[in-house]
């Protein structure tokens, strides 16, 4: 079973930037494809970026491409979203998500059926 804490996130003003972090046990980091999802007040919990268990293969939603960087290192079982020109709409509770397989994200937008372990959130605030 694999274990998700996120750390970071916070309370940041519009045109501002902020890191979030995802640090993994129980299981072989690399052998995980990782991914954030975020979810705000009243809405569905969505996509933000996915990264394969390499880091060779990413993917965006579209409202964050350009403007958050997902990345992840190995050797520290950790998994980052460097989220840059943040926008109140940005503001959210944050997920991190693991699984071993990957979804058939080259053809439809990852979800999150796709992931079967879950952090438990993270705030990120973008004021106006």
């Known amino acids: 079973q694999v274990q998700l804490i996120e750390s970071g996130g916070g309370l940041v003003q519009a045109g501002g930037s902020l890191s979030v972090s995802c640090a993994a046990s129980g299981r072989t980091f690399s052998s995980l494809h990782m991914g954030w999802f975020r979810q705000a007040p009243g809405k569905e919990r969505e996509f933000v970026a996915v990264i394969s268990k390499t880091g060779g293969t990413i993917y965006y939603a579209d409202s964050v491409r350009g403007r958050f960087t997902i990345s992840r290192n190995n050797a520290k079982n950790t998994m980052y979203l460097q989220m840059n020109s943040l926008k109140p709409e940005d503001t959210a509770v944050y997920y991190c998500?693991?699984?071993?397989?990957?979804?058939?994200?080259?053809?439809?937008?990852?979800?999150?059926?796709?992931?079967?372990?879950w952090g438990q959130g993270i705030q990120v605030t973008v004021s106006s």
């Open positions: 998500a693991a699984d071993s397989q990957m979804g058939a994200w080259s053809v439809r937008v990852p979800r999150r059926t796709d992931f079967g372990s």
